[in-house]
């Protein structure tokens, strides 16, 4: 894990994929190397401050069809820290708004001779349409309910820095499950990691189906407290839901906000992740997100580390040279 | 004018019963007679159409085609849809009023039979709006329709989600013996929607449509046809839950009836995986169990007929996002194939019910003087290759559109010729086999 062993040419030859898309159809090898990768230049970057200038002399786009401060901002950051050159391009200062086609809108910047385009999307599968299109590298960088497999990652990672193997621990994501795509994220990945995952919310924001895929489903959050080494406090996602899940936002943090009194009564060890942007009050209250066990400010950090390594893995001139199709 | 002889093939007429290697003779447009050339007085025979190892049907009839014509040419017009269905095998559609402006008028209704008698392809039977300007508040004027022409109505790409006017629908349709055709669907249940609503709708992040979507309304309509004694057609039924209501309204005796599409008993909702557009269509590609149940009723005789819900796009509007694209998907040049490879060849129904299901059925719902090779018949007759194998090449199609998910697929069996009143008006140019 030497630090010198980062650089433009020296992407693992098991890494075979232009594309970032998606957790659901990455192996657990492919995962447990995105995450060493972040590991990797965490710790050549000092913890991320540093520069380092893998990507000297590539452009990177980030091509937001929805509003997003920090994942984009983290994108951007990372690119240029490790040299890249950043264009932020949004869907409403753009000539979507006059009518383009989103791909036509892509092409027209890949045709500017960009390394890589790091999508978000309101539509599930956009990023996927994309990649089909583009001969350039595509992020996905949150597709409606669907993905956003940095997120996932960073918040795996997050809790790997602190517990070592995830094998075996228990990961409750709690809140909006079914607007969710930070939820679907860190279900892929932690399930094929080995943790033991359980969902937990109303009914009508957690379906039963979800059992499916192996894992726990429970609408009781005290019932699951005392079980779980890890919560992951999803937001509510009004923007995407049709009708009302719940009655008022005060019934909802009756029942799900984690607050002192579920602290009390959960693992003393037990360590609170939120996605962000964090509504205090509704999913976890401020002194639970300001506690001790709280990684919130840990997972902004490592949203730049997996960043990182997630660019240079699909950006780097050898993923150039990689076969279009893969993704 | 000319008398036409098919010669040798396997005459299948479910409305005489026929199943048979025989000729079938045609004079001045219509059938003389299915039987022996040689023992027939057909005077002087003009051509001759061998017709071995072909199956030679009363012409196919499509009672569920958007033509898109008019006001949206971009995506079809009645010229270049006739063709597609005569490419298809099909003699005979019934177009879906959905236009813009909706088939709710008179002049509309002469619109449209001018324009089809123009493009001289196929029969274009017209399907009008229930309700004025297809808004589903008051009845459209469905005596003044029926005077026009109008076969059925219907308010198809909406449901009439107002009970109480589906009610007066029913019994004011019945003065004339029209069938309503049926889009099933609660709107509030798939507000949003773009796929069936399951394990693969959320693992996708995508709105679903839930069966019970479909379900529920199948159940009020049956209910009000019922107590109305109208006549119920349920369009593109594509649950399980609704080929089981309407299994059980048939055993009580009711008048409904029901159609069945291709795409809905070969394709299932994984097929959205890759989030291509061309898989999204209303009702939804639904899962294994209902592409089963679908079939099952095919086979018993629960789901009527087969009709394609031909729904043309231009390219543009299906390169779109998920959530933006129109849903629908082209039916007619793919419809037989479909049928073939999936139901006739795995022996799940036998030939006569595949012709019963598209075209001797279709042609009883909708009362029309066709679906049959009796002596004095309209000569509308499709001959079908059920061995050929073909290779989907939506390029080549007749529709303007080629919104076509089977794209590059490989096909069992396909129409080689279709004569419409006598006159062989599509013949397969070369046959492409694979």
């Known amino acids: 894990m030497a630090t010198a062993s980062i650089d433009r040419d020296s992407v693992p030859a098991h890494w075979t994929h232009r594309h970032l898309l998606d957790l659901e159809r990455l192996t657990p090898g492919e995962i447990t190397l995105l995450l060493d990768t972040a590991a990797r230049f965490k710790e050549a970057t000092d913890g991320c401050r540093q520069k380092l200038a893998v990507l000297a002399g590539t452009t990177i786009v980030t091509l937001f069809f929805e509003n997003s401060t920090r994942t984009r901002t983290s994108f951007s950051l990372a690119a240029r820290r490790l040299g890249a050159d950043v264009i932020d391009f949004s869907a409403s200062s753009s000539s979507l708004s006059k009518g383009e086609s989103f791909i036509d809108t892509a092409r027209n910047l890949e045709a500017m001779g960009v390394s890589a385009v790091v999508v978000r999307h309101r539509t599930p599968g956009t990023p996927h349409l994309l990649a089909q299109h583009l001969s350039v590298g595509v992020i996905n960088a949150g597709d409606g309910p669907h993905e956003h497999p940095t997120q996932g990652l960073l918040d795996i990672f997050s809790i790997r820095e602190r517990v070592g193997d995830l094998a075996g621990v228990t990961v409750g994501l709690v809140g909006d499950i079914a607007h969710s795509r930070t939820a679907r994220s860190n279900l892929w990945g932690l399930v094929k990691l080995g943790a033991r995952v359980i969902l937990c919310g109303p009914p009508t924001l957690v379906s039963e189906r979800w059992r499916e895929l192996g894992v726990e489903v429970s609408h009781d959050l005290d019932e699951i407290l005392p079980r779980c080494d890890v919560l992951n406090l999803l937001r509510i996602q009004f923007e995407r839901q049709n009708t009302r899940p719940f009655p008022s936002v005060r019934e909802y943090a009756h029942l799900y906000a984690m607050n002192r009194d579920r602290l009390k009564r959960a693992k003393k060890d037990l360590l609170i992740l939120a996605p962000g942007p964090i509504n205090r009050g509704v999913e976890v209250t401020a002194e639970v997100a300001d506690c001790p066990q709280s990684l919130i400010l840990d997972q902004v950090t490592n949203g730049l580390a997996v960043r990182m390594g997630v660019l240079w893995l699909t950006c780097g001139p050898r993923a150039a040279a990689l076969p279009g199709g893969s993704s | ?434």
């Open chain 2, 1 to 434: 004018m000319a008398s036409l002889v098919i010669r040798g093939g396997r005459v299948i007429d479910p409305s005489q019963g026929i199943d048979r290697i025989d000729d079938v003779l045609v004079r001045d447009g219509q059938v003389v007679a299915v039987g022996r050339s040689g023992t027939q007085p057909v005077g002087r025979v003009d051509e001759t159409i061998d017709a071995s190892g072909l199956i030679v049907t009363p012409g196919l009839i499509d009672m569920h085609v958007h033509l898109r014509e008019p006001g949206r040419e971009e995506d079809e017009t009645i010229e270049t849809g006739t063709r597609a269905a005569l490419a298809g095998g099909f003699t005979s559609v019934a177009c879906i009023p959905n236009t813009e402006p909706p088939i709710d008028s008179q002049a509309a209704v002469e619109f449209i039979h001018q324009k089809a008698a123009r493009a001289d392809t196929c029969n274009v039977f017209v399907v009008a709006c229930a309700s004025k300007n297809r808004e589903g508040k008051e009845l459209a004027e469905i005596g003044q329709l029926v005077e026009a022409g109008a076969v059925a109505f219907s308010d198809d790409g909406s449901p009439v989600a107002d009970a109480e006017l589906m009610r007066r629908i029913f019994e004011y349709c019945r003065m004339f013996d029209k069938p309503f055709l049926a889009h099933e669907e609660v709107l509030e249940l798939t507000a949003g929607g773009v796929m069936h609503e399951g394990l693969v709708s959320m693992v996708l992040g995508l709105n679903g449509m839930p069966a019970a979507g479909e379900e529920v309304m199948i159940g009020r309509d049956i209910a009000l046809a019922e107590v109305t004694g109208g006549r119920l057609h349920v369009m593109h039924v594509s649950t399980a839950g609704g080929v089981a209501l309407i299994r059980a309204a048939k055993a009580r005796g009711g008048r409904v009836t029901a159609e069945a599409c291709p795409h809905h008993f070969t394709l299932t909702d994984e097929s959205l995986r890759g989030f291509d557009a061309n898989f999204k269509m209303s009702p939804p590609l639904r899962t294994a169990a209902d592409v089963e149940a679908i079939i099952e009723g095919l086979i018993d005789g629960t789901i009527d007929c087969i009709a394609t819900d031909h729904a043309p796009h231009a390219l543009e509007k299906k390169m779109l996002e998920l959530d933006r694209a129109p849903f629908g998907i082209l039916g007619l040049e793919t419809a037989v194939g479909l049928a073939v490879t999936r139901l006739v060849e795995p022996g799940r129904i036998g030939w006569p019910r595949l012709v019963e299901a598209m075209s001797t059925r279709p042609a009883e719902i909708l009362g029309i003087n066709r679906g049959s090779l009796r002596p004095g018949a309209v000569a509308d007759i499709t001959l079908i290759d059920p061995a050929m194998s073909w290779r989907v090449d939506a390029a080549r199609f007749a529709s303007k559109s080629v919104n076509s998910p089977f794209h590059g697929w490989t096909l069992q069996g396909r129409a080689v010729a279709t004569i419409v009143g006598g006159r062989v008006k599509y013949r397969l140019a070369e046959p492409a086999a694979v």
